[in-house]
């Protein structure tokens, strides 16, 4: 009995030790128990939220910024090449920009399922994040938010497609450019491409701030996430 009790003891002391051990490696551990290494974890994923997907959220917050902002599919640059030939420019212009709003809309829900799926990160998540590459945290919510997200977004695009009037500019713009002679008519579903594309540019928003504080101390906000990411520092 004695020895079954020893074996369970060993077995719940190893497994709860796991994180702290990382820091006992690289002579780090004083004061931090595990609790306190994934609230750092947590700490920083709800930094990167809070700061990047906020700002998406607004106006603008799309199409103001080049590195996520959405343009045409692959299959309509034809329609927008076009379009700016026939002096119709302006149109495209006011196309691209109700794409990007619908995305904003978006994107406004997305803040719950990110907490949530804070909320259920593990120990070994936490660890796995800590000694990961530089874009593990944003990896972890890729892997455990991307379906819930389609599924939020979806619905809010397409609903966001009449809101903005992004419906009434599509349709003026395919009805413009069916009118070209010679040119193949399109009139593709953009629900999915621009879902998609929202996704992509928030993850994309939330590893530049994980960047940020992988490599830079002073992005380290709060003590807490300086002395856990001080054990990254060494790895």
């Not at 928003?205 to 992988?214: A, D, H, L, S």
């Amino acid at each position: 009995m004695k020895k079954i009790f020893f074996l369970l003891v060993t077995i719940i002391l190893f497994s709860c030790g796991e994180l702290q051990q990382i820091a006992k490696e690289y002579n780090l551990s004083e004061g931090l128990g595990n609790e306190q290494i994934a609230e750092a974890l947590k700490q920083a994923l709800n930094q990167g939220i809070d700061r990047e997907v906020s700002k998406l959220m607004k106006v603008g917050g799309f199409y103001n910024q080049p590195d996520v902002r959405i343009l045409w599919p692959e299959e309509l640059q034809q329609v927008d090449k076009t379009l700016r030939k026939i002096g119709l420019g302006s149109l495209a212009d006011e196309g691209i920009k109700k794409l990007n709003r619908a995305a904003e809309e978006a994107v406004k829900e997305a803040k719950p399922i990110f907490v949530d799926a804070i909320k259920q990160m593990t120990f070994q998540d936490a660890k796995n994040i800590l000694m990961g590459g530089d874009n593990a945290a944003t990896e972890y919510l890729k892997k455990t938010t991307t379906d819930k997200l389609y599924q939020k977004f979806y619905p809010v695009v397409q609903n966001s497609f009449k809101k903005v009037g992004a419906d009434q500019i599509w349709n003026q713009i395919i009805s413009r450019y069916n009118k070209v002679p010679f040119v193949q008519k399109v009139n593709p579903d953009l629900n999915d491409y621009v879902t998609r594309k929202a996704l992509e540019g928030v993850f994309k928003k939330i590893e530049v701030e994980e960047k940020k504080i992988r490599s830079d101390v002073q992005e380290r906000t709060t003590d807490l996430m300086k002395k856990v990411f001080a054990l990254q520092d060494k790895k």
